[in-house]
């Protein structure tokens, strides 16, 4: 069957980005280049602290800089380089074309406003509509995401909703972009119980599918990624280390960090008669200090001395997976014995 080409909606391009701070620069992404094609899910997995907001952030420019500060790179949404946009001309692209599902929607929601009157200010701001006409398209949206009683829900306050709730408000007001073309979903289920997580992930992959959009989702949990992901991009210490389709990542990971984020899946086969958890010996390295070598290396069992004093170049395993390991072939999945 002949496939057909996706284009590419968003290109980020060598990004480095770095912090200043009073103990000196911290470089929280380094040499990052990732693509989303138009209807793709793609999602950045890696521990707190990796770089992976930090990135989301840069696209819609939403780091505080300073002290942040883009070291080098380009960000291309549809060919334009939103690094190069004014103020002005970034906010109007977060409100119609870009939108954001923010980690925590109770601290992302203004407390002091009904959920409605946030998404109606969306379209009064971005599309010059009335305060009726936009509560109603609020109505809508709620109807949208599956929130009951939406007529009477848009007029409560933030803290009258459910967990639930709060992040399908925070879904509809990213949905209230008059072109969605991209969504940002910055860790979405984090704070949310197995039953309601399962229902956003549900919802998101519903919404995808009726105003075809692409999504960019971040998160930590690879539970999400089976459930969720087209393409799978793992970071660690603010650098790239694995890129595939979602597949090769469960089935043939290749380096040492992915498969020990898979190993520490409780549904793993080969805990059946285990009692207790793998975990992924050492820490994360303090990013002030980190050299020029592979920045797992201090927690890696396949560690050589090259791996110490340089980060290695990509190797591709096949047209679609490409990992950033100097000892890949040595990397097997462990099977259940």
């Not at 990135?55 to 949404?77: E, Y």
């Not at 709730?165 to 910055?186: K, Y």
């Not at 340089?310 to 014995?337: G, L, T, Y």
């Amino acid at each position: 069957m002949e496939t057909v080409k996706q284009e590419t909606l968003l290109e980020i391009d060598n990004l480095n980005f770095s912090f200043k701070t009073q103990r000196g620069l911290v470089r929280a992404v380094r040499d990052l280049s990732i693509t989303i094609k138009k209807g793709e899910t793609l999602t950045l997995v890696g521990e707190s602290g990796c770089g992976k907001s930090v990135t989301a952030h840069a696209i819609n420019q939403l780091n505080p800089m300073p002290p942040g500060r883009v070291d080098s790179g380009r960000i291309l949404f549809n060919g334009i380089d939103l690094l190069q946009l004014k103020k002005g001309e970034i906010e109007k692209m977060r409100g119609t074309q870009i939108s954001m599902i923010f980690q925590e929607p109770m601290t992302a929601l203004n407390p002091v406003f009904t959920v409605g009157s946030q998404i109606a200010d969306v379209f009064m701001t971005h599309q010059g509509m009335g305060k009726d006409e936009a509560m109603a398209r609020a109505v809508e949206l709620f109807h949208l995401v599956k929130i009951p009683a939406p007529e009477r829900r848009i007029h409560a306050y933030p803290h009258q909703l459910s967990g639930g709730m709060r992040q399908r408000a925070m879904i509809a007001m990213a949905l209230a972009s008059p072109e969605p073309g991209l969504m940002i979903a910055d860790e979405p289920t984090t704070a949310l119980d197995v039953t309601i997580q399962a229902q956003i992930l549900d919802l998101l992959g519903d919404l995808k599918q009726q105003i075809d959009m692409s999504i960019l989702l971040i998160t930590h949990d690879m539970g999400v990624v089976a459930e969720m992901a087209d393409r799978v991009v793992v970071m660690y210490a603010g650098r790239k280390v694995e890129e595939s389709d979602v597949n090769s990542i469960f089935n043939d990971p290749r380096h040492p960090y992915t498969l020990g984020l898979l190993n520490s899946l409780p549904s793993n086969p080969k805990y059946k008669q285990a009692k207790r958890l793998e975990a992924i010996t050492g820490t994360v390295p303090d990013l002030l200090t980190i050299g020029d070598g592979c920045p797992f290396a201090n927690r890696c069992a396949y560690a050589t001395d090259i791996c110490r004093s340089s980060f290695p170049s990509m190797s591709e395993i096949n047209k679609d997976h490409s990992v950033w390991c100097h000892n890949h072939e040595s990397v097997k999945r462990e099977k259940a014995q």
